[in-house]
Every structure is written in C-alpha cells, then in structure tokens.
C-alpha cells in the first residue's frame, strides 16, 4: 500500500531497491502486532459482541441487533445523549473563545510572559483524577472556596454539582480550566505564523484593533481554531475521569453522559453485549461529530 | 519588538510620537495587565489552594471562612498517605505499569516510526487518529474480558498490556514525524557503502533521532501516567495505579481533606516536573492524529 514517490536509487539494482523496502516493511511488523493485539481486535471484538446479549458469568445469546433496538428506545440512554452533546457543545466553546483571548494577550511582549504562560499551561498536563479531587473539595455547598468566594462578593452560594441544574455547567467549569490552554497554545501557534504585512497596510489605512482582529487576525487564524474545535469535540465527548470522580452521572442520572452510561453498563452490570452496542453508537457519534468538523475546516482553509 | 518598516516605494507616513506616558497609556496598560492576571489566576490559585489543602491540618481545613495561609504548616498529611494509604506501593506500581509500557512502545515505536517515514506510508498515521477517537472504555471491555479468561485480571501484566493502547501510537506518531525531519543523505551513503537497513538504522538515523526519542518517550510516560480508568477497571487491591489508588482515597475518607490533597499533589507532581522539559512538544502530542496547524 505504501508508495515510494523518491527518485530511484543511482545504483540502478532493482533487487537492492526491492530488499530495502521489505526491510522497511519488517522494521513496522512489531508495532502492527501490538496494534492489531490492542486497538484492532478490541474494535472487531465489540462489533462481534453487540449481537449477543451477554452478562459475564452466562451463557451468550446471539440477539441480532436487538441491543440497537433496545437502546433507541431506552430512555436513560437517549438522555445520556442528550446530556453528552451539552456538555460537549459548552465544554467546547468556552475554551475555544477564552483559548483565543489568552492567545491574543500572550502574543504580545511584556516582561515575564514565559514564566505566566508556563503557568496558565501547568493545568492541561496535571493528571485529571488529582485536579478532579481538588474541585470535588472547592465545590463542597458547605465548606467549598467556591462558596465562600461568592459569598464574599455578595453572590448567594450554589449548589454546584449537587444540583441537577447546574451539575453539568459546574463539571465544564473543570474542563475548561482544564483545557484552555491548549486551545491557547493552537491558537498561538496560529497567530505567530501570520503575516506582517496586512496589518501594516491596513494600520496605514487607519483601522482600530478591533477590525484589525476581526477582519485580519480572525480570518487567517481559524483554521487553528477548527483544529482546536476538533481536538477539543473529540475529547469532550469522551470526558469521563473527571465526571466519574466528581459526581459519578449523578445527583440522580443528571450528569450521565454517555461514556458514564457505558462504563456502568460494563463494569457495574456486566452487561457486556449492551455495552458493546453503545460503544459502537458512541463511536459513530464521535466520527461523525470529527467527520463533520473536518469538513467545515476544510472550507475555511486558506490558500497561502 | 521589531516593527518592520514598510517597504521603499510606500511613502512613509508615519511620524510616530515620541511615547510619553499619558493617562491613557497608563490606563491601556493596567487594563492589559489586569487581563493577564485575570486569565492566569484560575490556573495558579487551583494549584496553590490544593498546596494549601495539603500542608494544613484538619481543623484549619475545614474551619470556614476558608485559611488560606495555614497556620501550622505540616507535612502529616503527605506521611499520612504513604503510610495508611500504600502510596508508596501504588507509586511503584504506576513507575511500574508506565515505565513497561513506555519502554515496549519504544521497542516497537521507533522501528516502526522509522519504517513508515522511509516508507512514506503517511496513511498509517490516520490510525493513530481513530485511535485516538475511540473512547477508552471500548479497548477496555474485550481486553478485559480476554484477561478474565486467561486470569490475568489484577495483574500489573494485564495493566501494562492494557496501557499499549496509549503508548504505542503516540511513540509511532512522534517518531515517524521526527524521522521525516532527518536528512536522508547520510542514510543513502551508508546503504550504498553496502550497510544493511537495518545498520543504517542503528548506527546512522537513531543516534540522530534522540531528541525525538525524548520527547516521545516522556508525552507517552506522561499520558500513561494521567491514566485512570485502566487502573480503575482491572487493577486489584495491590495492584491499582496511583490515580486509581488516589480516586480511593476519596471513596473511604470523604472530608478528610488533607490527605486527599497530598495524594493529588504526589500524582501530578513528577508529571509537572517532565512538563518543564517537553514544553513545546506537548501541542503535538496533545494534537497528535496528523492534525497539523492550518
């Protein structure tokens, strides 16, 4: 499958050519077996599986597609959809506005600009249970420091992930402060590789900043941003640590995304035929949710 | 600060003012400063109230209003962790299960990576984006039912297996990109000496390719490390990762704060430490999947 687009060896031996590329090809075997051990059969393995209804301990029962169809019609299922897409829509907003102000505050020069954005960086790579267990403590109604901040400038306390209202904005609070600044450091990357020259011509024409960055700087610098809008849809819609650790799907099923429905259905039920088929409609769900991102980047693309 | 000039055949139009500092500079300036304070805030005050938590003792943790400096600094909470808590054990477990599975990416990885840049099979790399799209629960559930059938659940095996599924394309990714950065001509001149690919490999392209080994192995270390729910599932007592070790901790000591805190600070720590090596590769790891910038 692998094409060699180099110009052909001086030496002109077809055989040296041919002896080379199988070496080549030898060198990949061990990684493609570890793959094919890990990734590749994990995924032919669940397809297999979603036809069976199988709890572990029984008997298989070959069921067709009978999971599929008792997941269209199971409620608690369609509300983890419904509650994953929430979640996912806000926890990739925010970061990706907040990511570009960052973006644009620490691409100018002002002294000691390594040292705070080495800082604001510091959340993106923190192991996410250790960061769960920290905002478990500060979203606490009675003892939190979230509280006692709002209270202190005269805002009532919240509930925070103890009200089925507000327990889905409070866990996108962790992940944006969890992933802004990656959506930061694209975003940067983007804006140190633009041109001078527009902005210069367009100064000289007597535009304010804000056209500046608004017919200038926002244009060229949104194929990052989609860049960043894919990353970031990809993981937020498989979240789970964070969920798992601080509110477990709940008060209630409130919080239940889909990935905490497949994980209960896995390894609290052992429903394993169940759990298969929601891991091939969540699969589909993240492709298309990728697929159609890609997409829209692709026609934002700039020439040049 | 290097403000090119405009070119010869603009007239130049721009009789800049000497900069003084006028109450409007002033006040730009303060508003551009109290942006950067309040964007960066969030970030340092989470990291210095979980130090906070963590070297405090119980009765200034759960006082409210909140201590922020504490006044008796402590280290009981940290020795609480590793003595009632098997810290050290699930430390070791994690270097263990990370540190395995790190070096059997690498063994495999580095090949491969310089297999399919010499290739040029950049097709192969797609994979490494499905993989990264799919949920990890969904290696988990054949995975861990295979291990269940050869009765390797609870063992740190089972862990380090399982953990491949991180290491394994992060490592070919880098590595396949770094490769294709090295110059091939010292590679084709050892070959037409009449070294053996495998020679040319060793001895020309992988002593070449360190710093690209570096970073690969510390992103894989690190996303191997962060991970919670491979420990979480088939983990047993002895055998749990520390992230699962420290999730625990939370179940059986609900308001006992400070040790709770110490446990995240003795997670996330060596990860920060690494950061500071890897600072700019961490945007290509963390994008990995061939989603390169425009």
Redesign the interface.
Same mark, same amino acid.
């Given at each position: 499958m692998a094409t060699l687009a180099s110009p052909a060896p001086r030496s002109g031996s077809a055989a040296f050519f041919r002896r080379r590329q199988r070496a080549l090809r030898l060198m990949t075997v061990p990684a493609l077996v570890v793959i094919a051990a890990v990734i590749v059969f994990p995924w032919l393995f669940t397809v297999y599986m979603s036809a069976f209804d199988w709890k572990i301990g029984t008997v298989a029962h070959f069921v067709g597609l009978d999971n599929y169809v008792g997941l269209a019609k199971n409620q608690r299922f369609l509300e983890a959809i419904v509650h994953t897409f929430y979640f996912t829509a806000l926890a990739v907003v925010v970061p990706l506005i907040l990511g570009t102000i960052a973006a644009l505050l620490f691409h100018r020069e002002f002294r000691g600009r390594g040292v705070l954005r080495a800082i604001f960086t510091m959340p993106m790579m923190a192991t996410p249970v250790a960061v769960a267990l920290v905002w478990t403590m500060m979203f606490h109604p009675q003892q939190g420091v979230l509280n006692y901040l709002l209270t202190s400038v005269g805002l009532p306390p919240s509930l925070w992930v103890y009200s089925p209202t507000f327990v889905i904005p409070s866990l996108v609070m962790v992940e944006v402060w969890h992933w802004t600044p990656l959506v930061m450091l694209i975003v940067l990357g983007g804006l140190a590789s633009l041109p001078t020259e527009p902005y210069e011509s367009a100064r000289l024409d007597g535009a304010t900043e804000w056209q500046l960055f608004r017919h200038i700087t926002f244009p060229l610098v949104l194929p990052f941003l989609m860049v960043a809008a894919v990353i970031r849809t990809i993981d937020a819609v498989k979240a789970f640590d964070t969920i798992y650790v601080i509110s477990q799907g709940g008060p209630g099923t409130a919080s239940e995304t889909i990935n905490l429905y497949l994980y209960l259905q896995a390894f609290a039920f052992y429903n394993i035929g169940n759990a298969s088929a929601v891991v091939v409609v969540f699969f589909a769900i993240i492709l298309a949710l990728a697929l159609l991102l890609l997409h829209v980047r692709q026609r934002t693309k700039w020439s040049g | 600060?290097a403000t090119?000039l405009?070119s010869a055949d603009?007239p130049v139009?721009?009789p800049r003012r000497p900069r003084r500092w006028t109450l409007r500079r002033i006040a730009r300036k303060a508003g551009?400063a109290f942006?950067?304070a309040v964007?960066?805030s /969030?970030?340092?005050l989470?990291?210095l109230?979980?130090l906070s938590?963590s070297l405090k003792n119980e009765l200034d943790n759960?006082s409210? /209003? =909140?201590i922020f400096i504490p006044s008796q600094p402590t280290f009981a909470n940290f020795l609480h962790v590793f003595a009632d808590n098997s810290m050290g054990l699930y430390f070791l477990n994690s270097l263990i299960v990370s540190g395995g599975a790190t070096l059997?990416a690498l063994?495999?990885?580095i090949?491969?990576g310089?297999?399919?840049a010499?290739?040029?099979?950049h097709?192969?790399t797609v994979?490494v984006l499905i993989?990264?799209?799919? =949920?990890?629960?969904?290696?988990?559930? =054949?995975?861990?039912?295979v291990f269940?059938y050869l009765g390797l659940n609870n063992t740190l095996t089972a862990l380090v297996?399982?953990h491949?599924?991180i290491t394994?394309?992060i490592v070919?990714y880098i590595m396949a990109g770094y490769f294709e950065t090295l110059p091939?001509e010292l590679e084709?001149a050892a070959?037409?000496d009449g070294g053996?690919?495998?020679a040319t490999?060793r001895y020309v392209a992988l002593p070449l390719a360190r710093p690209g080994v570096v970073v690969g192995t510390i992103l894989a270390f690190?996303f191997s490390?962060?991970n919670?729910?491979f420990g979480a599932?088939l983990a047993g007592r002895a055998t749990r990762t520390?992230?699962?070790a420290?999730?625990n901790v939370?179940t059986f000591e609900q308001l006992a704060?400070g040790p709770?805190?110490a446990?995240?600070?003795v997670?996330?720590l060596p990860?920060?430490l690494l950061?500071?090596f890897i600072?700019k590769e961490?945007?290509a790891g963390?994008?990995a999947g061939g989603?390169k910038?425009?």
């Open positions: - | 600060m090119t405009p603009v139009a721009l551009f942006a950067v964007i960066v /969030p970030a340092i989470v990291f109230w979980m938590l759960s409210y /209003p =909140p059997v063994a495999v990885g090949p491969a310089y297999g399919i010499r290739l040029q099979a097709r192969t994979l993989a990264r799209m799919t =949920p990890a629960l969904s290696f988990l559930i =054949p995975l861990f039912t269940q297996i399982t491949l599924v394994v394309p070919v091939r084709e070959l037409i053996s690919v495998l490999f690190i490390w962060n919670f729910v599932v520390l992230p699962a420290v999730y939370l704060w709770l805190a446990a995240a600070i997670v996330t990860v920060l950061t500071i600072q961490i945007v963390l994008t989603l910038g425009g």
